[in-house]
Antibody, heavy 121, light 110 residues
Framework: EVELLESGGGLIQPGGSLRLSCAASGFTFTNYPMSWVRQAPGKGLEWVST????????YYGDSVKGRFTISRDNSRNTLYLQMNSLRAEDTARYFC??????????????WGQGTLVTVSS | QSALTQPASVSGSRGQSITISCTGT?????????VSWYQQHPGKAPKLMIYDVATRPSGVSNRFSGSKSGNTASLTISGLQADDEADYYCSSFRGSNTLVFGGGTKVTVL
């Protein structure tokens, strides 16, 4: 069974940095692209970033490009999201997601429960 | 990145069928058969219900079905049940390795 456990969320001041982690289990982590998707309080879903299985290719949504960095440690079965220059509009629950396919990452995903990030002074 | 367009809410009585639309453009829904649908109950993680426009993952009820015509995808829930009351989101590949979601639809079971 796919299990994804996010951590690292919390309250951070505008302009600050935070690193989220996602511990994966129940599948061969090194085979699958992984993504982060966020949901602002009471709002819809927004794709944030995706990383290929080997970690070579990374993709970002326009709203986080240049500020967020996705990475993975395949030896630790862990996905990361480094968030810099945080803004109030980055306040959201951040979900870790595993693609259903090992290649085409955009065809659907299984999700963790998320971790809440609040950017406020 | 503009979101896909979904109705804010759809309602139906138990046992009835409802359809949720997801309207995109010739850059996302139109040219790609990579539309997914997710169900989200309050406080829970989204659950994949449909992928590749019309494919159900193992374990998802066959009361859920998907389709697409032109730039609009649709999710139909037949035999509506109380537990179907939730928020539903569509997503689509948009090319250049980007993904876009719909704004979400709240389904109410009367």
């Amino acid at each position: 069974e796919v299990e994804l456990l996010e951590s690292g969320g919390g309250l951070i001041q505008p302009g600050g940095s935070l690193r989220l982690s996602c511990a994966a289990s129940g599948f061969t982590f090194t085979n699958y692209p992984m993504s982060w998707v966020r949901q602002a309080p009471g709002k819809g879903l927004e794709w944030v970033s995706t990383i290929s299985a080997g970690g070579i290719n990374t993709y970002y949504g326009d709203s986080v490009k240049g500020r967020f960095t996705i990475s993975r440690d395949n030896s630790r079965n862990t996905l990361y999201l480094q968030m810099n220059s945080l803004r109030a509009e980055d306040t959201a629950r951040y979900f870790c997601a595993r693609s259903i396919y090992t290649d085409d990452w955009y065809r659907g995903s299984y999700w963790g429960q998320g971790t809440l990030v609040t950017v406020s002074s | 990145q503009s979101a896909l367009t979904q109705p804010a809410s759809v309602s139906g009585s138990r046992g009835q069928s409802i359809t949720i639309s997801c309207t995109g453009t010739s850059s996302d829904v139109g040219p790609y058969n990579y539309v997914s649908w997710y169900q989200q109950h309050p406080g829970k993680a989204p659950k994949l219900m449909i992928y590749d426009v019309a494919t159900r993952p193992s374990g998802v009820s066959n009361r859920f079905s998907g389709s697409k015509s032109g730039n609009t995808a649709s999710l139909t829930i037949s035999g509506l049940q109380a537990d179907d009351e939730a928020d539903y989101y569509c997503s689509s590949f948009r090319g250049s390795n980007t993904l876009v979601f719909g704004g979400g639809t709240k389904v109410t079971v009367l």
